[in-house]
Structures are given as structure tokens and as C-alpha cells.
């Protein structure tokens, strides 16, 4: 969202977060073939989705990037919120590698899109 970007930090040290953050305190850990990503203290300003489904200052989220073949890997994810959810809950999902001839990932920029989809037709048109 908006360009933001997280720094996962692979240094093996459990060290405390120096603030909570947009996107958490990420560290992560190898097991096996599995890259294991814990992410606390996330602002309690951020949300889940779109409907506004919040969590509290007690968020841990602990992510699992599993290899299923040279193309697809498994995500699975862990939410924990005591003070939110009475239980922890998961989702997982394949994630696939596009395979098209010249394939590319773009930058979406969030604001501009919304703004012309919104107001787009309030724009002044040129005289004829």
C-alpha cells in the first residue's frame, strides 16, 4: 500500500522493536525450506480490510513462505490478538509465479487510481 515496504531482519536476534511501525517488527528465520516471518508491534491505526476489522496493540502475525515447486510457493499466515479475537485464526493461499512471455509487476499507486476512478468525471471537458 501507498509504497511502503518492510525490512524483514534475518540477524537471528530476537531484539525488541524501537517503536511500533506501518508495517510491524518483522523478523524472520529459516526452518528447513520454509521462511518463518514474525511481525509485531504494528500501529494499531492499521486495520485488516477495507469493512475496518481492527486489532489491538497485542497483534502478533507469524507468516510461512513454503516452496511447493520452482513456481508456486504457500503462504500461510497466523493471526494472534487476545485482546481482539478469542482464538487465533489462519488463511493460507498459493502464490504463483507469472509465467507469461514478458510478464510484469507495475507499481500501483493507490491515490491517483482511486481519485480518477471517484472524480474522474468531474474533470472539465475541452469546448467542441
Not at 518492510?6 to 529459516?30: C, F, L, Q, T, Y
Amino acid at each position: 500500500f501507498s509504497s511502503a515496504s518492510r525490512i524483514i531482519r534475518m540477524n537471528g536476534r530476537k531484539e525488541d522493536s524501537p517503536a511500533p511501525a506501518w508495517m510491524g517488527w518483522n523478523v524472520g528465520h529459516w526452518e528447513g525450506d520454509t521462511l518463518v516471518v514474525d511481525v509485531t508491534d504494528q500501529m494499531e491505526e492499521t486495520w485488516f480490510d477495507r469493512a475496518g476489522n481492527f486489532h489491538s496493540d497485542e497483534l502478533a502475525v507469524q507468516e510461512r513462505f513454503t516452496p511447493r515447486d520452482a513456481n508456486t510457493l504457500n503462504y500461510e499466515v497466523t493471526i494472534t490478538d487476545p485482546k481482539t479475537f478469542t482464538r487465533p485464526w489462519k488463511m493460507s493461499m498459493p502464490l504463483y509465479r507469472h509465467l507469461e512471455r514478458n510478464a510484469q509487476i507495475m507499481e500501483y499507486k493507490c491515490v491517483p487510481f482511486v481519485e480518477e476512478l471517484m472524480y474522474g468525471h468531474l474533470r472539465k471537458q475541452p469546448a467542441h
